[in-house]
């Protein structure tokens, strides 16, 4: 039962804490994001959500302070904020700003429902084949010597944050316009994101090449100048840029859609707790890890046990900032940390736990003694309609 100490509640304190126990398994040096774990930072940036002009500059770039990106993304992925209460706090936002934010909660709970219902079958194209007409391309698809891509690789590994406009660009730049595979792109951006999460990450990446549906989106030197005003002018490619003009790749053929996308039963977890015994600890997991994650709130007298899955570590190779905001939030938990394989470090306690919607859940849930289980906070409860159009899921539950 390898027990970590708890970490320290200083910032360098937490990032010492995780070289010395989890520094072997990150794929770089460990160093803090500017955007702080814990429950205290999720309910400080969402105390002051402030959607005032959202929805015209939600994809601005640059300069920072121009942005209307709300960056509560890191929280909402691990379930600090989970998407009923950030909804919630929209209610008072101007109508249009309000509508195109809770649009993109949408997006999200629409990636957890995609997820849910087909997996890991999201990373492969869900409806139409690669983009064909790619390349050649000379170098690296994120050429350094191209003031955007070195601008926004450089968020990417030092802040692990970028807003949406950006993860477009790189996700077009690399499999539209250069042509590499888009698994390779996702995965690197997956490594750094302190949201990161397979459902939104393979989601993004679908909708960007085009192989979710069908419509490619070009990145050229148009949208730079645009959203990130200035940039281009420091570029040493500024005469010579390499995306003046569109990339010609088109969408590729259509594809056999995985099971399940065009209809078919979620597996969306229990409606009501479903107890069975009495438990002796709450596991969490990297799903919900939030003061209000629903096991924690019924269980309050009971210890809570975090796992840092080793093998599962070993093999995704996360950045150090993200495991600096893992243990700044499980710190502020004050739960028992294991580091191990879930079902070894678990094995023969009588657990509560709150379902979650990853294939990873349900595998090592069903070799645990789960006696208590606690219902996801689905923004909609997920039903047996088809994946395979956003704006046609959205729209059926208007
Ligand atoms: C290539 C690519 C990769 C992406 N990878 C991820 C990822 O790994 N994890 C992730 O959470 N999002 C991902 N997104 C979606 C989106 O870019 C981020 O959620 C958003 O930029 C986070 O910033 P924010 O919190 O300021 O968003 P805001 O604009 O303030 O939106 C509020 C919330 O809505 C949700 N949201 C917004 N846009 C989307 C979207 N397009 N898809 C799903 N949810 C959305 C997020 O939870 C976000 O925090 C990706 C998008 C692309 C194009």
């Known amino acids: 039962m390898p027990l970590l100490p708890s970490p320290p509640t200083d910032r360098e304190?937490?990032?010492?804490?995780?070289?010395?126990?989890?520094?072997?398994?990150?794929?770089?040096?460990?160093?803090p994001s500017p955007v702080r774990g814990g429950q205290a930072a999720a309910d400080a940036a969402l105390a002051s959500l402030d959607l005032t002009g959202y929805a015209t500059r939600r994809s601005e770039v640059y300069p920072v302070q121009g942005r209307g990106a709300t960056r509560l993304s890191p929280y909402i992925r691990h379930g600090l904020l989970p998407l009923p209460a950030v909804w919630a706090a929209a209610a008072g936002a101007p109508a249009r700003d309000r509508a195109e934010f809770r649009d993109e909660l949408l997006w999200q709970e629409y990636a957890r429902h995609l997820y849910a219902r087909v997996g890991r079958a999201t990373a492969e194209p869900l409806r139409f084949a690669e983009p064909v007409g790619t390349g050649p391309w000379e170098g690296e698809p994120w050429r350094q010597d191209m003031a955007c891509m070195a601008a926004t690789t450089a968020e990417?590994?030092?802040?692990?944050?970028?807003?949406?406009?950006?993860?477009?660009?790189?996700?077009?730049?690399?499999?539209?316009?250069?042509g590499r595979d888009w698994r390779e792109g996702a995965q690197e951006m997956y490594r750094h994101l302190l949201d990161g999460s397979p459902a939104a990450n393979r989601l993004g990446w679908q909708w960007a090449i085009g192989t979710g549906n069908g419509k490619v989106y070009g990145f050229s030197r148009w949208q730079v100048e645009k959203r990130a005003p200035g940039l281009c002018g420091t570029c040493p490619l500024r005469r010579a840029c390499p995306v003046q003009d569109w990339p010609e790749a088109e969408a590729g053929a259509r594809v056999e859609p995985p099971a399940g996308l065009a209809g078919g039963p979620t597996d969306a977890g229990p409606t009501a707790p479903q107890?069975?015994?009495?438990?002796?600890a709450v596991w969490l997991t990297a799903e919900s890890l939030g003061d209000t994650d629903p096991a924690l709130a019924a269980h309050p007298d009971l210890p809570a046990v975090f796992v840092f899955d080793e093998p599962l570590l070993a093999r995704l190779r996360l950045s150090g900032k993200r495991l600096v905001f893992l243990a700044e939030t499980v710190a502020g938990l004050g739960a028992q940390l294991h580091l191990g394989d879930?079902?070894?470090?678990?094995?023969?306690?009588?657990?509560?736990?709150?379902?979650?919607?990853?294939?990873?859940?349900?595998?090592?849930?069903?070799?645990?003694?789960?006696?208590a289980l606690h219902p996801w906070p689905w923004l909609r409860r997920p039903g047996s309609g088809s994946l395979r159009s956003y704006s046609a899921w959205a729209g059926r539950g208007r």
């Open 156 to 178: 990417l590994h030092e802040e692990g944050w970028l807003v949406n406009q950006t993860r477009m660009w790189l996700a077009s730049q690399h499999s539209v316009r250069a």
């Open 275 to 280: 107890v069975a015994g009495e438990p002796e």
């Open 13 to 31: 304190g937490v990032v010492a804490w995780v070289d010395e126990h989890l520094g072997h398994l990150a794929c770089d040096d460990v160093r």
């Open 342 to 371: 879930p079902v070894d470090e678990l094995r023969g306690r009588r657990l509560a736990a709150t379902w979650a919607p990853v294939p990873g859940f349900r595998r090592r849930s069903a070799q645990l003694d789960v006696v």
